[in-house]
């Protein structure tokens, strides 16, 4: 079980983007995250009229290592450490270390 996962919001907590929040798109198998619009990087893109691209500058996301991003807390949209604890119910959820509110509803 991974502490950022697809659909959570983070903020990024070192880099030239460092403070900016987004939605994490895609998480990759080697430790590093998508974000929603952070860490913006320009690409050069050849045109193909196959797949019905045109060519010129575009601006994409870049990936981020996981250790640069936290997740954000909904009721005060500061990121925080993640731990993991096991519910009355027997549900394994993720919960702020500082606080213990529970991440997942």
């Known amino acids: 079980m991974r502490k950022i ?3 959570d919001r983070v903020v990024v907590r ?3 983007d460092k403070g900016k929040h987004g939605t994490v798109l895609r998480v990759f198998a080697d430790d590093r995250v998508l974000v929603e619009n952070v860490n913006m990087v320009k690409r050069h893109v050849r045109p193909n009229p196959n797949k019905n691209v045109t060519g010129g500058i575009i601006d994409k996301e870049a990936p981020l290592h996981v250790s640069n991003v936290s997740l954000s807390n909904s009721t005060n949209e500061k990121g925080g450490r993640v731990g993991f604890r096991t519910l ?3 549900r394994k959820v993720r919960f702020f270390r500082r606080g213990g509110e529970v991440a997942d509803a």
């Open 88 to 90: 009355d119910d027997g």
């Open 5 to 7: 996962r697809k659909g």
């Open 14 to 16: 070192s880099g030239r």
